[in-house]
């Protein structure tokens, strides 16, 4: 039960993005149930100036966002990923954070991106499927399997090199707008 909208079922792939102050609460809940949750309190400010409802929980409808068959995209310039992102996360935290899956795109093989640095200062990701390679500067290759999460510092250069056909990524980057380099 999410406070201010009632009973809702949230199935795989669905994002809720509720602001601080919420009170929620799981009544029932399947035996392969697995949540994602992430507080962000330095931005509890910015959630009340940048998004407005009403009631006392400041819940509405336009924070839950149901995987469908057209939440994800093609990514520009690069056919073995499609992805998915959460506006709603960039828009209740006045751009601070951004959320998004990232997904293979079979039957394109995903097999290697060019050196880069993603110029943020926090990158997380929980991988949700499949396997991933990563190799970082100076450390080595990282096998990632489903489960497995881990945090970036920015600035790092690394590439990715493979990543398996049901590969699935859950990934949260700070600020919300972060380039990228070669």
Request: aromatic share 12%; hydrophobic share 35%.
């Amino acid at each position: 039960k999410i406070g201010g909208l009632g009973e809702i079922a949230a199935e795989k792939g669905t994002l809720l993005c509720l602001p601080s102050n919420n009170h929620h609460y799981l009544i029932e809940a399947a035996t392969d149930f697995e949540a994602i949750e992430f507080d962000f309190p330095q931005l509890t400010t910015s959630l009340t100036s940048t998004w407005s409802a009403e009631g006392s929980s400041f819940a509405t409808d336009a924070m839950i966002d149901h995987e469908t068959s057209e939440s994800f995209r093609p990514i520009p310039g690069f056919d073995p990923g499609i992805e998915r992102p959460f506006p709603i996360v960039q828009q209740m935290t006045g751009g601070a954070v951004r959320a998004l899956v990232l997904r293979a795109n079979p039957p394109h093989p995903w097999d290697g991106t060019p050196w880069h640095v993603h110029h943020n200062f926090f990158y997380c990701s929980l991988m949700t499927g499949g396997c991933h390679v990563q190799e970082y500067e100076g450390f080595g290759d990282c096998l990632f399997n489903k489960g497995d999460f881990f945090v970036q510092q920015g600035d790092i250069r690394h590439r990715e090199i493979t990543s398996s056909m049901d590969f699935e990524i859950f990934t949260i980057d700070l600020p919300g707008a972060s380039p990228a380099s070669v």
